[in-house]
């Protein structure tokens, strides 16, 4: 277990479970009732300035992950707004490795720079790997000067048209223009200016991408830098722990410990007790500590409120696994599972996935909680109703597996 800080021998702040589950409710964003007449994008850009980012993911088995985040938050919304955000001028949102791949202001992208510089050490082996192509680089960067923002097959079509990749066993079997391509972009010597319709990244230069005040910025000092990062993140969390803190932007455990040493001294932490909590916690000065709140929402899979799972069974004594990655014999509810969010607590689960040609929402599973209120499933259904509008879906379908599913057909 980590020691607190203290300031001046002050005590610690006392949090009880529920306190804080709501801290970390309202910190999130959720407590306004939805749906918004009309979501715009002051509305979005106040989401993304309290969350500090959107994890990108390619699976499109319901809709691509980086959209739900907002929907969630915000009820249905034109994705075109957040496309606006991400690929055109004044960009407000920027690709690079955050949580993970994801969507964050060109600021924090300034932030990051740090871990830009530590390509060569922290990058995949298969990006490294380009470092020593010094010849490859210069001419993969040349194109991308020349052309972008292009896609990784446009680059390769122009420097290197006659290679293939390996296709032979399971992995990233990248050709050498596309690890190329990754190395630059972790090292921050290219961008992404956006994603096609297919969902691959288009490179471009960052001076071409990043606003202009952003990208002549000068680089902050890394200590400096993760600072600024783990105060977005303990914003975000409104109270969590130094793990779950620095895994939001999966920093270095020894500096995060002396970076929150130093937002302690300065009053940007401060100290907590949590109950059930297994370590100290670390409250943000400007948190919002509601009575109660009011929420319905469906979780995505990488939703930003659930990304460290000690910290989702602690608040909330909810166990969950992503099992998009396990065999499905070994599967126990389903592919893309969402939580679904009922006021303060997670009171169930659905397997969904977006049935485009038959213009149906299917419920492939839909599991309950123990404890989960009575109006649980006549809940989820109104919030299933509302996700198929938003996903231009004409019903929602309920397969019959899972304890709630039953109940769920009969609300529908």
Known sequence: MSKAIRVNGEAPVRLSSGSARRVALAAQGFGRERPFPRVTMRQVQATLDRIGLLQIDSVNV????????????????????????SSRRPRRLVEYWAHEASFVSPETHRLLRWRMERADQEAWRTVRAAAEQPQLLEDVLAEVASSGPVTAGEVAAAVDPNHVPDKSHWGWNWPPVKSALEYLFWSGRITSAGRTGQFERRYDLPERVLPGHVHEAATPDPEEAIEGLLEISARAHGVGTARCLRDYFRLPAHESRQAIGRLVQKGRLIEAEVEGFSAPAWLHPEARRPRKVESRALLAPFDPLIFERRRLEELFGFHYRIEIYTPKEKRRHGYYVLPFLLNEEIAGRVDLKSDRAGSALLVQSAWVEEDAPADTAAELAGELRLMAGWLGLEEVKVQPKGDLAADLAGAL
């Open 62 to 85: 319901l809709a691509r992950a980086h959209l739900l985040p907002l929907y969630s938050r915000l009820g249905p919304y034109d994705i075109g707004l957040l496309e606006k955000a």
